[in-house]
């Protein structure tokens, strides 16, 4: 084994330094769990070389699964380097983290980039090379970065640095790379964060919940006097999308369908970047829309959830599988959308588009590029996009510029579809006046879909989307989705926490001395109790609520209990 992987544990810190700064491996283990390198053993195939930090335990399960994910599945001849993502389920239970930051994290970051919570993403930089030292005559390893995050354009840009010098030098080696990582702030959304590692000064900004949807990034930051200058990443997480999409762009409008309505899609690529890109495309293409479904960027004949997703014995799952093995063909072809994809490849024209066919045409051996599918789409495509972009192709324009576009398209598609539910939704609020002091207060009105429907008359997507089309029938199909439950439970859930949050400010405005005038000890012991249940409910689910609202509602438990007498007193003290 090599110096970098015989790397000693790091050093106990001494204790004046431990209460100073945060113990080793906090800061890292808020943007990655750990580093893992897989390597090509003959006996054993894939094989785990190292886990980085020593400490960080994965499961064997884990392990397995990471160490087949991290290698491409099918023949591949290419030599040289590649790069892919995948999101593996977490298996053996949850896990205590050696970051937690009582989830404010999730509570500001955009649901479509909140931290995981029962699934790893895994980023992979792969290499293949002639080694006439090794018995196979190749070199095949693997660097990966395991990540709660879903930062692909970061980790990516991450390992184009750090993997070459491993794979080439094995210096410095990955604990200094690590250690560097364990002295990165950590991501709090809004803020533009300089991420220093191997002598370069990674830039982001960590998008906030608060950011308007569709407004660019910002493409130059303070640059502090930064020597040597940063490398500005737009975005830690939006992809090429106009490269990713190239061959599939006249299709746009079915794609977003299927991923609105969380149809099951099978990715079949000749390479596992193609395979993770696109269906991280796919899946991005609802934002803000949190896509609810399951989602594997690139899944392999090893998996252990393969028996799950290729039974035929009961309807495939709600998920978007990206594949490379040409034997999934045969085992996915009951499912009811597949899209088989060429290489990217950028050129001066229109990229050849594939053609929807017939699932019956979808052939065992050479299946040739093509949507197979029997989905007719309910909204009628936009023309004036594919022109624009067409245009946009003739004029050189950049891929960036043509994937802002795209990118504008969809977020209008899916507010155009989301706004009318938004809408809706708000007149299920009870009124401010509705909410009084001493009374629980009212409940949210049940969602009910005719109302709804009957709402889109006067104020459905006709109003901000030119698409023609069978809107009601896609709102039908919506929801039976669970992309549709993951949106109302959300919004069900934040509705919730302003009803309370309201009905804490209406006790604060309330005369509490006139109302325990004419009440028992038992009733004045009763409103103290459920006073103190909704400052604890209040902390720890961070209702909307002003501080001083609830330190006034502390200090009224204060004067109630004063009222009492010193017996009662005492016992709610101590309680």
């Given at each position: 084994m090599d110096a970098l992987c015989r790397a000693e544990p790091r050093p106990r810190?001494?204790?004046?330094?431990?209460?100073?700064?945060?113990?080793?491996w906090v800061r890292f283990s808020a943007w990655l769990d750990c580093v893992c390198v897989v390597t090509f053993d003959l006996e054993l195939g894939q094989a785990m070389e190292l886990v980085y930090p020593y400490d960080?335990?994965?499961?064997?399960?884990?392990?397995?699964?990471?160490?087949?994910?991290?290698?491409?599945d099918s023949y591949s001849g290419g030599l040289g380097d590649t790069q892919f993502s995948f999101r593996l389920r977490q298996s053996g239970g949850q896990r205590a983290a050696h970051y937690e930051d009582g989830g404010d994290y999730n509570r500001e970051a955009p649901l479509t980039l909140q931290r995981e919570s029962a699934h790893y993403f895994g980023y992979v930089y792969f290499r293949q090379v002639k080694d006439s030292s090794m018995k196979r005559g190749y070199f095949q390893k693997s660097l990966v970065l395991v990540s709660r995050l879903p930062y692909v354009n970061l980790f990516q840009s991450l390992l184009q640095l750090i993997a070459p010098e491993y794979f080439d030098k094995l210096e410095p080696c990955l604990e200094a790379v690590c250690n560097e990582i364990d002295q990165w702030p950590p991501p709090v959304p809004g803020?533009?964060?300089?991420?220093?590692?191997?002598?370069?000064?990674?830039?982001?900004?960590?998008?906030?919940r608060v950011d308007k949807p569709g407004s660019s990034p910002v493409k130059q930051f303070n640059q502090e006097n930064l020597l040597p200058a940063p490398l500005v990443l737009p975005s830690i997480h939006e992809l090429d999308l106009f490269r990713c999409f190239?061959?599939?762009?006249?299709?746009?409008?079915?794609?977003?369908?299927?991923?609105?309505l969380g149809e099951p899609v099978v990715v079949m690529a000749p390479s596992p970047t193609v395979s993770s890109e696109l269906v991280l495309a796919l899946t991005s293409c609802l934002a803000p829309l949190r896509y609810c479904?399951?989602?594997?960027?690139?899944?392999?004949?090893?998996?252990?959830?393969?028996?799950?997703?290729?039974?035929?014995?009961?309807?495939?799952?709600?998920?978007?599988?990206?594949?490379?093995?040409?034997?999934?063909?045969?085992?996915?072809?009951?499912?009811?959308?597949?899209?088989?994809?060429?290489?990217?490849?950028?050129?001066?024209?229109?990229?050849?588009?594939?053609?929807?066919?017939?699932?019956?045409?979808?052939?065992?051996?050479?299946?040739?590029?093509?949507i197979y599918t029997s989905y007719k789409t309910f909204l009628h495509k936009d023309k004036?996009?594919?022109?624009?972009?067409?245009?946009?192709?003739?004029?050189?324009?950049?891929?960036?510029?043509?994937?802002?576009?795209?990118?504008?398209?969809?977020?209008?598609?899916?507010?155009?579809?989301?706004?009318?539910?938004?809408?809706?939704?708000?007149?299920?609020?009870?009124?401010?006046?509705?909410?009084?002091?001493?009374?629980?207060?009212?409940?949210?009105?049940?969602?009910?879909?005719?109302?709804f429907m009957k709402t889109l008359e006067h104020a459905g997507p006709q109003l901000t989307c030119v698409l023609k089309g069978d809107w009601l029938g896609l709102y039908k199909r919506f929801f039976k989705s669970p992309n549709f439950d993951g949106w109302y439970r959300q919004r069900h859930r934040e509705m919730t926490q302003k009803l309370e949050a309201l009905h804490l400010e209406a006790i604060c405005e309330a005369n509490i001395v006139a109302w325990m005038k004419d009440k028992s000890e038992v009733e004045i012991?009763?409103?103290?109790?459920?006073?103190?249940?909704?400052?604890?409910?209040?902390?720890?689910?961070?209702?909307?609520?002003?501080?001083?609202?609830?330190?006034?509602?502390?200090?009224?438990?204060?004067?109630?209990?004063?009222?009492?007498p010193e017996d009662l007193q005492a016992v709610l003290h101590h309680h």
């Open positions: 810190r001494p204790a004046a330094a431990a209460a100073s700064s945060p113990l080793p960080f335990r994965l499961t064997e399960k884990e392990k397995t699964s990471i160490c087949y994910l991290s290698f491409p803020q533009t964060l300089n991420l220093p590692v191997m002598g370069v000064v990674i830039q982001v900004r960590i998008p906030s190239q061959p599939v762009l006249i299709h746009i409008q079915m794609l977003w369908e299927l991923m609105l479904c399951d989602y594997r960027p690139y899944f392999t004949i090893h998996d252990s959830e393969f028996k799950e997703y290729t039974t035929r014995t009961q309807a495939p799952p709600n998920i978007v599988v990206g594949v490379t093995n040409p034997f999934f063909i045969k085992t996915l072809q009951h499912w009811p959308h597949i899209l088989r994809v060429g290489e990217l490849r950028m050129s001066g024209d229109l990229p050849k588009q594939v053609k929807v066919k017939k699932l019956a045409k979808l052939k065992t051996l050479d299946t040739k590029p093509g004036t996009l594919i022109k624009r972009l067409l245009k946009g192709i003739q004029r050189k324009r950049p891929s960036e510029v043509q994937s802002a576009l795209l990118r504008r398209h969809l977020l209008e598609l899916t507010q155009s579809f989301i706004i009318p539910l938004e809408h809706y939704m708000a007149s299920l609020m009870p009124l401010q006046r509705a909410i009084t002091p001493w009374k629980n207060p009212p409940q949210i009105r049940p969602f009910r879909q005719e109302d012991v009763d409103l103290v109790l459920k006073l103190r249940e909704k400052l604890v409910r209040a902390r720890c689910q961070h209702l909307p609520v002003k501080e001083e609202t609830l330190q006034r509602i502390s200090l009224y438990i204060e004067t109630i209990i004063g009222s009492l």
